[in-house]
């Protein structure tokens, strides 16, 4: 496959690995500076970038009709207008705030234990997410997938925040500690015991062959996916 890499920081350039090794070409890697480019080109569009750009990086691959794979975090507030865009257009658009294989399985495990948890009053919810000092928001997106899952399947929690806990409110820690990839926790505690689940990154690599794996399964379909899709798991 042709890969155009929109965003080619430290995933781009991860990805772009992983893309050789398994017989892809990048045939563009765009960054800050590159204003003008011929997406048309590639097969399909990796954007791993910045929250500022992405809906526009994004929006370009979809009127051009080139599938695209969004891993950037942090843009949200449009995403449903990027489904909407993508429907119009018949394209093909794939968005996971974490590509890799442990995350989602640990996805499928934090909403087996908040459904489990919701009939058990005494325990409370709180989350923590480590990230390295370069990353640009907070909460992360794994972390406010994590906390949207608990309240689709937890009856006390309806929103989530980085501040003090409010009422009905999952409380996130957000920590930035140099070169930490990426740690997410979900902690239930009562007075007698606490349960903690957590998935540790070591490093780039499962994030990155995620994002290509959903690459090669998006070329040749139409739609708006997930990874539960790809992984064929939740
Ligand atoms: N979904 C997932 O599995 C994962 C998601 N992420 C997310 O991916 C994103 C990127 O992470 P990471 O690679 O670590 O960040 P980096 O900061 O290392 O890379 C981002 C890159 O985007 C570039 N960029 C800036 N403006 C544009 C533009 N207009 N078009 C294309 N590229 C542009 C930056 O260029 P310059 O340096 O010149 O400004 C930079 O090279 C983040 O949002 C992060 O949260 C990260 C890991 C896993
Ligand atoms: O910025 C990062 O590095 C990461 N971002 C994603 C997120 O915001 O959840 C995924 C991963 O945790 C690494």
Redesign the pocket.
């Known amino acids: 496959m042709n890969i155009a890499l929109l965003g080619y920081g430290?995933?781009g350039q991860t990805i772009e690995k992983i893309a050789l090794n398994r017989g892809h070409n990048i045939v563009l890697a765009i960054d800050k500076d590159d204003k003008e480019y011929n997406i048309t080109k590639a097969d399909v569009a990796i954007d791993f970038s910045i929250p500022t750009v992405a809906f526009n990086n994004i929006s370009n691959c979809i009127n051009n009709n080139v599938p695209v794979v969004s891993?950037t975090?942090?843009w949200l507030d449009d995403y449903e207008k990027a489904v909407a865009l993508c429907k119009e257009k018949n394209g093909a658009f794939i968005y996971a705030?974490?590509?890799?294989l442990g995350?989602n399985i640990f996805f499928e495990l934090n909403k087996t234990l908040a459904r489990m948890m919701s009939n058990l009053k005494q325990y409370n919810v709180s989350m923590e997410?480590i990230?390295?000092t370069?990353?640009?928001?907070a909460?992360?997106?794994?972390?406010?997938?994590l906390a949207n899952d608990i309240i689709s399947n937890h009856d006390s929690y309806k929103t989530w925040s980085l501040d003090q806990q409010h009422e009905a409110s999952i409380p996130i820690v957000a920590k930035r500690i140099e070169d930490v990839?990426?740690?997410?926790t979900v902690n239930y505690e009562s007075e007698v015991d606490t349960i903690t689940i957590e998935h540790i990154?070591h490093n780039?690599h499962g994030?990155a062959l995620g994002a290509v794996i959903a690459a090669e399964w998006l070329v040749g379909k139409t739609g708006v996916f997930t990874m539960n899709d790809v992984l064929n798991i939740g």
Do not use: C, W
């Open positions: 430290k995933m891993g975090t942090g705030s974490n590509y890799s995350v997410e990230h390295h370069q990353k640009l928001d909460p992360s997106g794994t972390a406010i997938s990839p990426g740690t997410h990154a780039r994030f």
